[in-house]
């Protein structure tokens, strides 16, 4: 028997401990694969691998679950389910799976898709959410990157490798975002945003897009829609990955920080701008006026400086790589500017945190309490912040968070 047939899944820690539940779900899942489809043994190995993570996933995250006492069992209905709809999508075909995804998307979104001003008949309203679709398929694809901590240049290659991505970007869009008193699927607040952007005086004309080609479609995806898809992430900057180990210590630091401080406010509205929704949608779900957010961005701003120059500036400068050792993130031209502006003392401390003397020995010999130490070493790191950011905009201090 082939190597790949026997793989397991690699050892993994979920809910807090080592399962076996881990290893049951994906060989019931590497298993309905090979049986089920036409797909490579190493495919089938790496999209049960994925089913499998993104299930424990869930059921660790999950307090539902958690508090419900049958978490194997919650993990097993999930996966069978989250096999069904693979399944579904891989026996459908390439064009007809398509079809059956965009058709689903968009009878949900039909009748929130209405710009302002503008009196829409049935084929041009049609043709607006084809528009908003071709996007949300690119948003969902880089979604799907990074919660399976996937490459920047990761696309669906095998039939299977499609049927998965279809099937994730169904349960994307229908995910449930709280609003007050009620929840809303994601993709309708993406599809009322997209809306009320579209300019009055503009006229989407896309019908060409709409056009299916012919043949069987289950060789490739090649039907029009995925061109203009593979044509956006030619043209569009790639995002960073977002499950970047160090990244999340950072993610979780910061969020342990602002509760710390009881700004469970500015905790909400981080973990919003973590999920990449607008600025109106996030007035939406906090129940804020223009103006109420506007003065949480800068309470929240505040409290990001003194974490990220303060509370764990080390954190912080080695996921920015600007740490000491690296003097700051700042070139050696900018570091012998930056250091002929700092007076005698400033240049002391900094020298003594390069060595890697503690804060308690510096104080010492500098002669400054440790309050003393923490405002000038603030200062010093605002200083270099402020160099870097001026050579990311070009212009001055950046106030971008």
Not at 17 to 30: A, D, K, M, R, S
Not at 156 to 175: C, D, I, N, V
Request: hydrophobic share 35%; glycine share 4%.
């Amino acid at each position: 028997m082939n190597s790949a047939a026997t793989a397991t899944i690699p050892t993994a820690t979920f809910l807090g401990e080592q399962t076996i539940g881990v290893e049951v779900i994906f060989q019931l899942l590497y298993k309905e694969f090979r049986q089920s489809t036409k797909a490579s043994e190493q495919n089938c190995h790496d999209v049960a691998t994925r089913i499998t993570t993104e299930v424990y996933r869930i059921c660790s995250e999950s307090k539902r679950i958690q508090a419900s006492g049958a978490v194997e069992n919650s993990a097993m209905t999930l996966a069978r389910h989250r096999l069904q709809q693979c399944q579904r999508y891989y026996q459908l075909g390439s064009n007809r799976g398509r079809v059956e995804l965009h058709s689903t998307l968009s009878a949900i979104i039909y009748r929130y898709i209405n710009p302002p001003q503008r009196q829409l008949s049935y084929q041009g309203r049609l043709t607006i959410i084809e528009d908003f679709l071709q996007s949300f398929y690119l948003e969902a694809l880089n979604a799907f990157r990074r919660e399976n901590q996937l490459g920047t240049t990761y696309r669906p290659q095998s039939l299977l490798e499609l049927a998965e991505y279809m099937a994730f970007t169904e349960r994307y869009g229908k995910r449930r975002i709280p609003l007050p008193g009620r929840q809303q699927q994601l993709i309708i607040l993406r599809a009322q945003t997209f809306s009320q952007q579209q300019p009055p005086e503009t006229s989407v004309d896309i019908e060409q897009a709409s056009e299916g080609s012919s043949g069987d479609g289950d060789g490739s995806w090649e039907e029009p829609a995925v061109h203009q898809l593979r044509s956006t992430m030619a043209t569009q900057p790639e995002p960073e990955p977002e499950e970047d180990t160090l990244r999340s210590v950072v993610i979780t630091e910061l969020m342990s920080y602002l509760e710390q401080k009881q700004q469970s406010d500015c905790a909400d509205y981080f973990s919003l701008r973590l999920k990449d929704l607008s600025t109106q949608e996030i007035e939406t779900i906090l129940n804020l006026t223009p103006r109420q957010r506007d003065y949480l961005q800068q309470r929240f701003k505040y409290h990001l400086i003194r974490f990220a120059l303060l509370h764990r500036w080390e954190l912080v400068h080695e996921w920015l790589e600007a740490s000491l050792q690296t003097n700051l993130g700042l070139t050696p031209q900018q570091w012998e500017a930056y250091t002929s502006q700092l007076d005698e003392k400033q240049r002391s401390l900094l020298d003594l945190k390069q060595q890697g003397q503690p804060d308690e020995k510096i104080a010492k010999t500098l002669g400054l309490s440790m309050a003393q130490l923490q405002k000038r070493w603030f200062k010093i790191l605002e200083q270099a912040w402020e160099i870097r950011n001026s050579l990311v905009s070009g212009s001055g201090a950046s106030t971008h968070e």
